[in-house]
């Protein structure tokens, strides 16, 4: 079980914070259960809050009018969900739903803008994890817009390898489903890259773990997005 101190102290959004201003935003979070596959919010609710993950998994995902889905992102503890409308206090953008069963502490906007005049250093904390995600969304463009699936997956895997610190090898958060999903491709399309990137010693497969083979080769992939035929 994560505690919920815990994971606000250990959140982005929330670093540097005393033990009292910790305590303090306990007292305005609400403590939310997800099923698997529950909706937390729509694209054009109201943005009366926002979410920390406590435990599990939210994935962050637009869908077009013939119900194909993007996922934009797959948050995990510790990380904020939809604070995008905090100080706008406009609709949110886009859809989340429960990857897995989980926990999620609700902070309404309201209460926590008097929060931030109280303690400006959250302000400054939010500014800095608003522009690292607007970086990462730049970033995300630029590799479903110019870059070949196999350079989006090379992309993908050293982002993982270097979030989770181990370069040599990096253990898949999501489903392959979703990864196609994230990826901006078909189930079936990236099973055919992940075939030939391991015939080819990029990668090897062990179901969910991804053993980097040949990093410099990868990053190479990432760089120029194709495959060797």
Request: aromatic share 6%; proline share 5%.
């Amino acid at each position: 079980m994560h505690s919920s101190r815990a994971i606000l102290a250990a959140s982005p959004l929330f670093s540097g914070l005393s033990e009292e201003q910790l305590a303090q935003l306990e007292q305005i979070g609400r403590e939310i259960s997800a099923a698997r596959n529950q909706t937390i919010f729509l694209e054009g609710d109201a943005g009366a809050g926002f979410y920390i993950v406590v435990s599990g998994r939210v994935k962050v995902f637009k869908s077009s009018a013939d119900g194909k889905e993007q996922i934009l992102h797959i948050y995990g503890p510790g990380q904020p969900v939809g604070e995008v409308p905090v100080f706008a206090g406009q609709h949110f953008p886009a859809n989340a739903q429960a990857v897995e069963k989980s926990r999620l502490l609700f902070f309404p906007r309201q209460a926590f803008i008097d929060l931030i005049t109280a303690h400006p250093s959250l302000a400054l904390n939010m500014l800095a994890l608003l522009s690292m995600r607007l970086r990462q969304f730049t970033v995300q463009v630029e590799n479903l817009s110019l870059k070949e699936v196999p350079g989006r997956l090379a992309s993908y895997l050293i982002y993982l390898s270097q979030e989770q610190e181990c370069p040599g090898r990096v253990h898949l958060p999501i489903s392959k489903g979703q990864l196609a999903s994230l990826l901006g491709t078909i189930p079936e399309t990236l099973s055919r890259i992940f075939s030939r990137m391991s015939a080819q010693g990029y990668i090897e497969v062990q179901a969910a773990e991804i053993v980097l083979k040949d990093r410099t080769a990868l990053e190479e992939l990432a760089l120029n997005g194709r495959l060797i035929e």
